[in-house]
């Protein structure tokens, strides 16, 4: 399976920006498509998650009412919504497929984007 990611750009507080990734190769193996990000200096963290077959999102605290994440199975595409975005939310966006029913942890993701920049100015 291979991810891309794209959507990443510059945005002020309050603004708006949509991420896709778009999936290729095997992607009848994923059960669940996440988002991460890494701001600089800090460690990887969850974002968002959804079933690739339908049901159950995911969301990490402090974007839960701001982001969405959504799929278009057809076009093998996830989307990360992001309204409201604050300067916190700078940091760079990996998408990433999982082989796993239930990842709870980043080693359960199988497969990652290359990253998209996003940020955001006060």
């Known amino acids: 399976v291979q991810l891309q990611a794209s959507g990443g750009g510059l945005v002020q507080a309050g603004g708006s920006l949509r991420l896709s990734c778009a999936a290729s190769g095997r992607t009848f193996s994923i059960y669940v498509m996440g988002w991460f990000r890494q701001a600089p200096g800090k460690e990887r963290e969850f974002v968002a998650r959804i079933s690739w077959r339908g049901g159950s999102e995911y969301y990490l605290d402090s974007v839960k009412g701001r982001f969405t994440i959504s799929r278009d199975n057809p076009k093998n595409t996830v989307y990360l919504q992001m309204n409201n975005l604050k300067p916190e939310d700078t940091a760079v966006y990996y998408c990433?497929?999982?082989?796993?029913?239930?990842?709870?942890?980043?080693?359960?993701?199988?497969?990652w984007g290359q990253g998209t920049l996003v940020t955001v100015s006060s």
């Open positions: 990433a497929a999982s082989n796993v029913y239930d990842p709870k942890r980043d080693a359960d993701y199988d497969y």
